[in-house]
């Protein structure tokens, strides 16, 4: 699609998860994101 191949970058998901992270903090929310090694993350209410 771009003409180019893309082998994708390893920490774009943590990168992601953090960012959604320091939103979550900013507006106080009581949603909380986990990481679970090995796994993934699971969203705690």
Request: aromatic share 14%; charged share 35%.
């Amino acid at each position: 699609m771009w003409g180019y191949e893309y082998a994708g970058d390893g920490r774009l998901v943590d990168d992601l998860v953090k960012r959604i992270r320091k939103k979550l903090d900013q507006h106080k929310s009581l949603v909380e994101l986990s990481t679970i090694w090995g796994y993934g993350y699971r969203i705690n209410e």
